[in-house]
Nanobody, 123 residues
Framework: QVQLVESGGGLVQAGGSLRLSCAAS????????MAWFRQAPGKERDIVAA????????YYTDSVKSRFTISRDNAKNTMYLQMNSLKPEDTAVYYC????????????????WGQGTQVTVSS
C-alpha cells in the first residue's frame, strides 16, 4: 500500500498563490499515478489534476487550467500542486490520491488517499 501525507494548505487572499505537496511512502517501488482532488463544503469531491507515473501525461479540470500546475519528483516520492491566481471558489479541502499503474486512471479508481489539507481563499 501507499501512504500519502499532504502539506502546504492555508489562508491566502484572492489572486495569491499556494504550493501543495504530497509525500508518498510505503510500497512506492511500483509505478503509480497521482492526483489532486478537492471537496468544498456541501459539495462532492472532484478531481482537480492528475499526473502519470513518469510525469509525461497530465490532466486538469477546466476551472484550473492555466492557473494550476501539477508535477512530481519520483526521486523524492513527492507530488506538487502549484496554485496561482487563486479564487474564492478554489476554497476546499484538497486531497492527494494515488493508484498503481503507469497511466492516468479514471477518477473512481484511486485506491490510496491522504487526510487532506485545507485551502481557504479570501475575497
Amino acid at each position: 500500500q501507499v501512504q500519502l501525507v499532504e502539506s502546504g494548505g492555508g489562508l491566502v487572499q484572492a489572486g495569491g498563490s499556494l504550493r501543495l505537496s504530497c509525500a508518498a511512502s510505503g510500497r512506492t517501488s511500483r509505478g503509480y499515478a497521482m492526483a489532486w482532488f478537492r471537496q468544498a463544503p456541501g459539495k462532492e469531491r472532484d478531481i482537480v489534476a492528475a499526473i502519470s507515473q513518469s510525469g509525461g501525461s497530465t490532466y486538469y479540470t477546466d476551472s484550473v487550467k492555466s492557473r494550476f500546475t501539477i508535477s512530481r519528483d519520483n526521486a523524492k516520492n513527492t507530488m506538487y500542486l502549484q496554485m496561482n491566481s487563486l479564487k474564492p471558489e478554489d476554497t476546499a479541502v484538497y486531497y492527494c490520491a494515488a493508484d498503481y499503474g503507469l497511466g492516468i486512471p479514471s477518477p473512481i479508481q484511486y485506491d490510496f488517499w491522504g487526510q487532506g489539507t485545507q485551502v481557504t481563499v479570501s475575497s
